[in-house]
C-alpha cells in the first residue's frame, strides 16, 4: 500500500476547520486563528504543500517511520502533521479490520466521561447551564475564566454551588490571568474543589493542577513532572502532531501516575472520532476527562462519528476511525498533492 494523493478541505464549522481526506483515510486539525496558539488554518495548507511530496509513495501503515519522515522534512508544526497522522491510523484500521482505539492498546469499558466547555457569561448565567448540563448527564465541567478577577471569582462560586458529589470542575482562564491574578482568584476560591495552571501559581496555593497549553512535547511532560507542576496534564492531538505521539505521552503518564484530559483544540466530527478512540483506549483510572467536539456546532462532516449520550460517548466498533466524510460538505479540495 502506497500513498497516491494527498487532498485537504476547508469546512466552516464555528471556527475555521481544515479536513483531511487522504487515500481512504481521514484526520482533521482545527487551529483556533493565529493568535491564541502558534498554529493557523493556512500554515497547515502551506505545510502539506511542504510536506505532500515527500510522504508520495510511502506506506501510510508505518506510522513510526512515516512520523520520521514528516519531522526530517519539517521541522515543528506539530498541528500541520496531525491530520495527516490521524489519517494513516484510520487506514491502518481499515487495513487490518479494527477499530483504531484497539490499535492504540485495547478498548477499556463501554464509553467515557465528557466534560462540557460553559462559556464566559455573567455567574448566574454560567451557574444555570451548569445545572442544565448536569441534567443531561454530564458530571465534568470546564469553566471558561480569564477575565475580570472579581468576576471570575463570582463565577467559579456560583457554579460551585450547582454540583453534587461527584462532580468535577475545571477553571481553565486560557492564559488570560498574570500571575498575580491567578493567585488573587485562586486564593479566593481555596474552599471549592477546581483546577488551574502555572507551576508559579501552583507552588502558592493548594489546589490541584492541570497543565494545558504549554504541553506539547515529551520533553517538558517530563520536566513538568519533575516540577511537580500538575496533578492532571491535558494532551491535545494537534499541539502533539497527531495520534502517534499523543500515545507515546499518553503511555508515558500512565506510567508516571498522571491523569489525563484527552482532547485536541478544537474539531468537528473526525476530530471528535479520533479523541474518542484515543480516549476508551486510555486506562480508565488515569483518564480524567475528555470532549466531544461536534456538539458545539450546527455543521456535520461525517457519518459515523460518536455521539453523546448522557454525557457519555463511546468510540466506534467499526474498522479504523469508523467514519465516512459527507463529500458534498467539504466541497473541493483547497491542497492536492501532487
Same mark, same amino acid.
Given at each position: ?209 492541570? +497543565?494545558?497549553?504549554?504541553? #506539547? ?8 513532572? =519533575? !516540577?511537580? $507542576?500538575?496533578?492532571? @496534564? &491535558? ?51 488515569? +483518564?480524567?476527562?475528555?470532549? #466531544? ?8 462532516? =461525517? !457519518?459515523? $462519528?460518536?455521539?453523546? @449520550? &448522557? ?28
Amino acid at each position: 500500500m502506497k500513498i497516491k494523493r494527498i487532498l485537504a478541505y476547508r469546512v466552516e464549522l464555528p471556527l475555521h476547520e481544515t479536513t483531511y481526506k487522504w487515500s481512504g483515510g481521514n484526520g482533521e486539525v482545527c487551529p483556533l486563528g493565529p493568535f491564541y496558539l502558534p498554529a493557523y488554518a493556512e500554515g497547515v495548507r502551506a505545510g502539506l504543500r511542504e510536506l505532500g511530496p515527500h510522504l508520495i509513495g510511502e506506506d501510510p501503515r508505518q506510522l513510526a517511520k512515516l512520523n520520521r519522515t514528516m519531522d526530517a522534512a519539517l521541522k515543528g508544526h506539530p498541528y500541520v502533521k496531525s491530520g495527516i497522522d490521524i489519517a494513516c491510523w484510520d487506514i491502518l484500521g481499515q487495513a487490518t479490520g479494527m477499530p483504531v482505539c484497539e490499535l492504540l492498546g485495547g478498548r477499556y469499558g463501554e464509553d467515557v466521561h465528557l466534560y462540557r466547555a460553559i462559556s464566559q457569561e455573567s455567574p448566574e448565567q454560567m451557574a444555570a447551564k451548569v445545572a442544565g448540563y448536569r441534567a443531561e448527564g454530564y458530571r465534568r465541567f470546564q469553566l471558561k475564566v480569564g477575565g475580570d478577577p472579581d468576576t471570575d471569582i463570582a463565577r467559579i462560586l456560583a457554579v460551585a454551588a450547582k454540583l453534587q458529589p461527584g462532580d468535577r470542575l475545571v477553571a481553565d482562564a486560557n492564559t488570560g490571568w498574570v500571575q498575580h491574578e491567578a493567585v488573587r482568584v485562586a486564593k479566593a476560591v481555596r474552599d471549592v474543589d477546581v483546577y488551574e495552571e502555572c507551576l508559579a501559581v501552583r507552588r502558592l496555593i493548594p489546589h490541584p493542577f492541570v +497543565l494545558d497549553e504549554n504541553i #506539547d512535547d515529551l520533553g517538558i511532560l517530563l520536566r513538568a513532572k =519533575a !516540577d511537580l $507542576a500538575m496533578d492532571v @496534564v &491535558n494532551l491535545k492531538i494537534s499541539k502533539l502532531g497527531g495520534l502517534t505521539k499523543i500515545r507515546q505521552a499518553r503511555d508515558l503518564c500512565v506510567s508516571m501516575g498522571i491523569a489525563m484530559t484527552l482532547e485536541d483544540s478544537w474539531g468537528g466530527d473526525i476530530a471528535t472520532a479520533a479523541i474518542a478512540h484515543l480516549a476508551q483506549s486510555t486506562p480508565a483510572e488515569f +483518564l480524567f476527562t475528555t470532549t #466531544d467536539f461536534n456538539s458545539y456546532g450546527p455543521v456535520s462532516i =461525517a !457519518d459515523g $462519528a460518536p455521539q453523546r @449520550v &448522557n454525557g457519555r460517548m463511546a468510540a466506534s466498533t467499526a474498522p479504523g476511525l469508523g467514519i465516512t466524510p459527507k463529500l458534498n460538505v467539504l466541497g473541493k479540495p483547497v491542497v492536492v498533492v501532487p
